[in-house]
């Protein structure tokens, strides 16, 4: 079991994340395609322990860690190159999965994010959400967001991370990330929260709101006059509102409703296809939280399609539907027409047709 030449080739590669699975060789991730390492044999038990020994480095609180809970998420560096880790188990054999964490973060204005989001990161409190599936780029999406207030403003800014992905130096804001996890700088992301509110950091990131307890203390440090980004995974700002809201029993709802219709800024959904050239494209969803979906929040039943209606006539401000990035995505030639279709419901599809004419005539008129 050769690690170093599996990490090497991942790197030389520029493969995205490494599968590791008894049975199976190698595998990497390269353009969201699954390519076998072809020069590795078929992984046996043996090969895994040997992965684990490699990966944990008898360090005691991770083994501890994956004893108890049969799962593992941790960071390793090799030759400067920073990697998330996940081990768990697989027939009762260890199995890997490992995430490559670029050094450098490409420019907030080559991720496709909206501008809208960059804007909203001068807001001096509120909640700021970045969300999506598993794989859709919000951990990109927040460094780079961090990156950029750290090259332009002169904040402290507090992360949580499990683990820490990107690391960042100092320049005009001072930075202070820190792990969740046993044996790490917090052990929960909720503790890290209700610290910070004794850390005067200006901005606080959390890496992953996944229970009532982290959300209750991230609307706490809002409520208190800071500015909190983080992120849930939801597929869509109106299931991210449904998400949040649901944590709670149905007697503390309306309180909470009331709460984010005031503290809650912005929500950006996001997704990754991959273009018609075989690279990753984003596709946002964005949610300004004016008076009217502020007002849809407090309601007693929440409407999904209420919530998507107001994204929509609300472009002026800044919110982008789902539908519209796929349109334009689709006008630009980035991807295909069968690709947006397979990103909306069927009965959306007439109302995607329709985006995509105005946009054409509107592009032919500009020209």
Do not use: W
């Amino acid at each position: 079991m050769n690690m170093d030449r599996i990490l090497d080739l991942a790197i030389e590669k520029d493969a995205s994340d490494i599968h590791l699975v008894a049975g199976n060789k190698p595998i990497l991730r390269i353009a969201r395609q699954l390519v076998p390492i072809e020069e590795f044999d078929e992984l046996t038990a043996e090969d895994m322990s040997e992965m684990y020994d490699y990966l944990v480095r008898g360090d005691v609180d991770k083994d501890d860690v994956y004893n108890e809970t049969r799962k593992l998420d941790t960071s390793y560096e090799y030759k400067t190159i920073r990697f998330r880790v996940n081990i768990s188990y697989s027939c009762d054999i260890p199995i890997c999965t490992m995430r490559l964490i670029k050094n450098e973060l490409p420019a907030y204005e080559d991720l496709g994010v909206p501008d809208i989001v960059r804007r909203m990161m001068y807001q001096p409190q509120g909640l700021i959400l970045v969300t999506g599936k598993t794989n859709s780029g919000k951990t990109t999406t927040l460094n780079a967001l961090i990156n950029y207030v750290n090259e332009n403003e002169n904040k402290k800014i507090l992360t949580l991370e499990n683990p820490i992905e990107f690391r960042h130096h100092s320049k005009k804001c001072l930075i202070v990330q820190k792990e969740v996890g046993k044996g790490q700088d917090s052990l929960y992301f909720s503790d890290g929260v209700k610290n910070a509110l004794r850390e005067d950091c200006d901005i606080l990131v959390i890496g992953e709101i996944r229970d009532k307890v982290t959300m209750e203390a991230a609307i706490e440090m809002a409520e208190s006059g800071h500015l909190v980004i983080g992120t849930l995974h939801t597929k869509s700002c109106a299931e991210t509102i449904d998400r949040m809201i649901n944590f709670y029993e149905v007697r503390d709802q309306a309180s909470i409703k009331y709460l984010l219709s005031a503290l809650l800024k912005l929500v950006v959904s996001q997704r990754l296809l991959r273009g018609k050239d075989g690279k990753l494209v984003l596709v946002p969803e964005v949610m300004v939280v004016d008076n009217i979906v502020a007002g849809i929040i407090r309601k007693e039943k929440i409407s999904v399609s209420e919530i998507e209606d107001a994204i929509q006539s609300n472009l002026e401000k800044g919110s982008i539907g789902l539908i519209n990035s796929l349109a334009k995505l689709f006008v630009e030639d980035k991807i295909t027409l069968d690709q947006a279709k397979a990103q909306i419901e069927e009965k959306n599809i007439e109302i995607l047709n329709r985006t995509i004419m105005q946009l054409k005539i509107k592009r032919e008129n500009n020209i």
